[in-house]
């Protein structure tokens, strides 16, 4: 399968944890997006990054996340001192680098925070 | 960024065609129209996209009117599986990032 992966698929966590969720894109992809998605609404952009710069960071993106893409290929997304309103559907998209191009998603990784 | 306004949910029944239309009054020039399908617990899938008139794939066909203040997404046939959210999207096309604006789609529950 050669798709965008994310790890890992579920996450339950209790309040006050950190957590990290890892996501693969395509190979041949510069672009890389994490996006976030409640219940009954569509996905909301969070940031994204070109090769390795991270170029756009939502307002969303609270100083409590953090993602990097050291090397240009996978992404990591952390949550420090996890709130019960992070509970969310946490979406991973790749793309070649253009612009008005098709963004490929992955599964995502659903957290539960208690 | 441009709003889209699509209903909130639609009923079919298997072998109909269903056309789910999005109204984008402010779409912006460069501004290209993208439609996604998101089943539960899956990430959005890539179904169509265009510029203006017609556009026709495997999957479904999206109908741009001169204006292009509104689009339409049209799946022939649909069968149980079609039952989906549907997500009409219109691109930053200012070149920054290309990042999705998602509303909150039109849930479509296709029925035997």
């Known amino acids: 399968d050669t798709g965008v992966s994310q790890d890992p698929r579920h996450k339950i966590t209790k309040r006050g944890q950190n957590v990290t969720f890892r996501c693969d894109p395509i190979?041949?992809?510069?672009?890389l997006y994490w996006y976030r998605q409640t219940l009954g609404q569509g996905p909301e952009f969070l940031t994204y990054?070109?090769?390795?710069?991270?170029?756009?960071k939502s307002r969303l993106l609270s100083d409590r996340f953090s993602a990097e893409r050291p090397k240009g290929s996978f992404s990591t997304l952390e949550i420090q001192r996890t709130e019960q309103g992070d509970s969310a559907m946490y979406l991973c998209?790749?793309?070649?680098?253009?612009?008005?191009?098709?963004?490929?998603f992955g599964p995502g990784t659903r957290l539960l925070v208690l | 960024l441009a709003k889209t306004t699509q209903p909130i949910s639609m009923d079919s029944y298997e072998g109909q065609e269903v056309n789910i239309t999005c109204s984008h009054n402010?779409?912006?020039?460069?501004?290209?129209i993208t439609w996604y399908q998101q089943f539960p617990s899956q990430g959005p899938r890539f179904i169509i996209q265009g510029y203006k008139t017609k556009v026709t794939n495997e999957v479904a066909s999206l109908f741009i009117p001169a204006d292009r203040k509104s689009s339409t997404l049209s799946l022939p046939r649909v069968s149980l599986s079609d039952t989906a959210v549907y997500y009409c999207l219109v691109g930053d096309g200012t070149g920054g990032g290309n990042k999705l604006t998602f509303g909150t789609g039109t849930q479509l529950k296709v029925e035997l």
């Open positions: 190979s041949e992809h510069n672009r």
């Open positions: 402010n779409i912006a020039t460069n501004d290209y």
């Open positions: 990054f070109q090769n390795e710069a991270q170029l756009e």
């Open positions: 998209a790749s793309s070649l680098g253009r612009n008005q191009e098709t963004q490929y």
